[in-house]
């Protein structure tokens, strides 16, 4: 009996080393993606897109030779 229940502890704490890990492993994924998402937005911010910004001149009208 007391085999089994230190075999069966064993494998609890296994189990919990693996949830442990996984949950590390989650907070990792999570943190790159955070980071990633936070890049591109101060890329963003940085440079916004072209149709965002104000047309200082009109477009040159084609000239017909």
């Known amino acids: 009996l007391l085999h089994s229940a230190t075999s069966l502890l064993h ?3 296994s189990l919990l080393h ?3 890990s996984l ?3 989650a907070t990792s994924i ?3 993606v955070t ?3 936070t890049s591109l937005l101060q890329f963003r911010y940085q440079h916004p ?3 965002h910004q104000p047309l200082n001149q009109p ?3 084609p000239t017909l030779d």
């Open 11 to 13: 494998s609890a704490t």
């Open 18 to 20: 693996s949830a442990t």
């Open 23 to 25: 949950l590390h492993s």
């Open 30 to 32: 999570l943190h790159s």
């Open 35 to 37: 980071s990633l998402l």
């Open 49 to 51: 897109p072209f149709r």
């Open 59 to 61: 477009p040159p009208i």
